[in-house]
């Protein structure tokens, strides 16, 4: 029998991100963020002049915040003692969505909190990206864990035999975003979360998912 796999995301997963992105707009470049609004195309806006920052200028200011303010981000509560439990019964990696060259700083990142699993970056859509790993390690069953409701869709669509949980884990954002429909459970908390993982472990592969159920 070969060991379970968690697949989990980092930013709003594991690490906090969008309140320190948030901050840093503010103090470093005079643009209001607000992180409740999905779309980061109409969010910012500039304190000068009250214009919208256009998408096109949306991502460079993430890029700029991952260039030079990772160290900001911290540990969503309760993520690294979850992992601890989980990695006692589990291999756990990290697909982040992040260009390559952002992986070791990634890694450093990480380690920096105790946390040292692999990790994987991807963009776009993480479903093949998962599938690609799930061939590699094989494992009997595994859960995947992200923000997005579009990574869950991705995701069934690719490998929907793997248990898929939608956590939300910034409060200010988690009260605006409804619960994902390809996800079989939305848990905002990794102490919650740690429990219904290990559940679907001993439960064995997902299900088709029908119709979306979101009770823990």
């Known amino acids: 029998m070969r060991r379970p796999l968690l697949i989990t995301d980092c930013d709003e997963v594991l690490l906090h991100m969008v309140s320190h992105f948030r901050d840093w707009l503010a103090d470093a470049h005079g643009i209001d963020f607000a992180i409740e609004h999905e779309d980061w195309g109409q969010a910012l806006v500039r304190r ?17 915040f991952f260039d030079t303010e990772m160290a900001r981000q911290g540990p969503v509560p309760g993520a690294i003692e979850a992992l601890e439990r989980i990695g006692a019964h589990a291999d756990i990696v990290v697909l982040t969505n992040l260009p390559d060259h952002r992986r070791q700083p990634r890694i450093d990142q990480l380690a920096s909190h105790g946390i040292r699993h692999e ?27 992200d923000d997005l409701s579009t990574q ?3 995701v069934a669509e690719h490998a929907p035999h793997v248990w898929r949980l939608h956590m939300v884990a910034e409060p200010l954002v988690a009260r605006h975003r409804p619960p994902a ?4 459970a939305r848990i905002d908390g990794w102490a919650e979360a740690a429990d219904w993982i290990l559940d679907r472990f001993a439960q064995g592969p ?11």
């Open 48 to 64: 000068d002049t009250r214009e919208i920052v256009p998408t096109d200028q949306v991502w460079p200011f993430v890029d700029g």
């Open 119 to 145: 990790v994987y970056c991807n963009q776009g859509g993480k479903g093949r990206a998962l599938a690609a790993i799930l061939e590699a390690h094989r494992p009997d069953v595994a859960v995947f864990v």
């Open 152 to 154: 869950h869709a991705s």
């Open 181 to 184: 429909a390809a996800a079989h």
């Open 206 to 216: 997902a299900p088709a998912l029908t119709q979306p159920t979101h009770e823990a």
